[in-house]
């Protein structure tokens, strides 16, 4: 029997509740929004074209990457294909939510998901395997992230040379221990802790012999493929 999903719910008490769950965490992307604005206006970006980026892309690795090859001359084909490799884990991601969100009405679906980012996404899978099917937390976690990224664009445009590397603060942990959390608070059994280690093992392997960025999606398909052909059983 295949399993059966709830239609998420999608209201103003919901958004909410996810921008202030979101919030603390996107205090630490602050930090990395202030040193983005820095180096893009020492690359000679003016203000109008740093905050449309980050208002627009809202991709902190795929932006500092962009302003890596920026210049008179601006390689477009390499630019895009940099940068789809570094955003590629959303198309993962987008699915890994559509049993839930494939029920709900094309125009909350695809809204839900314009600030997607790994944060919100992984606090959201976390409710929605746990049965609080809440949209709101996609919504309003994603603009509490975003909201940060920006104002802290903003604060590095004007006097950012306090922090020109948050990794020398440890800031560039603070994400990837919240993501760790998220997975440990998932569901743990001989399944999905195979999949956590063929994926671990995929991606590792990938990220030292393969091209830059590519671990992601070997990672994630390796993960993907255990999770295919090991079938669990519904009761």
Same mark, same amino acid.
């Given at each position: ?121 992984? @606090?959201? +899978? ?5 049965? &609080?099917?809440? /949209?709101?937390?996609? $919504? %309003? =976690?994603?603009? #509490? ?36 959390? @998220?997975? +440990? ?5 001989? &399944?999905?802790? /195979?999949?956590?280690? $063929? %994926? =671990?093992?995929? #991606? ?32």
């Amino acid at each position: 029997m295949s399993k059966r999903y709830v239609v998420p719910s999608l209201t103003f008490a919901g958004v909410r509740q996810g921008f202030w769950r979101l919030l603390p965490l996107s205090l630490f992307v602050a930090a990395f929004g202030l040193a983005f604005g820095l180096a893009a206006v020492q690359t000679g970006l003016s203000t109008t074209e740093i905050v449309l980026m980050s208002a627009t892309v809202f991709a902190g690795t795929a932006q500092f990457a962009a302003l890596e090859m920026w210049g008179a001359q601006v390689p477009v084909l390499p630019l895009l294909a940099t940068t789809f490799a570094i955003n590629a884990r959303m198309l993962l991601m987008g699915a890994t939510l559509y049993p839930w969100l494939g029920q709900m009405p094309v125009g909350k679906r695809y809204g839900s998901l314009i600030l997607l980012s790994d944060a919100n996404w992984a @606090m959201t +899978l976390n409710d929605f395997n746990q049965g &609080r099917v809440n /949209a709101g937390v996609l $919504v %309003g =976690g994603g603009f #509490a992230l975003w909201l940060t990224w920006l104002v802290g664009t903003l604060v590095g445009m004007a006097f950012g040379s306090g922090i020109t590397n948050p990794a020398a603060f440890g800031l560039d942990m603070v994400l990837g221990c919240f993501m760790l959390s @998220m997975a +440990l608070a998932g569901r743990k059994n001989l &399944r999905t802790i /195979a999949a956590w280690v $063929v %994926g =671990g093992l995929a #991606a590792y392997a990938a990220y030292r012999w393969l091209p830059e960025n590519s671990h992601v999606i070997v990672g994630a398909a390796a993960g993907g493929l255990v999770g295919a052909f090991w079938v669990e059983r519904q009761s």
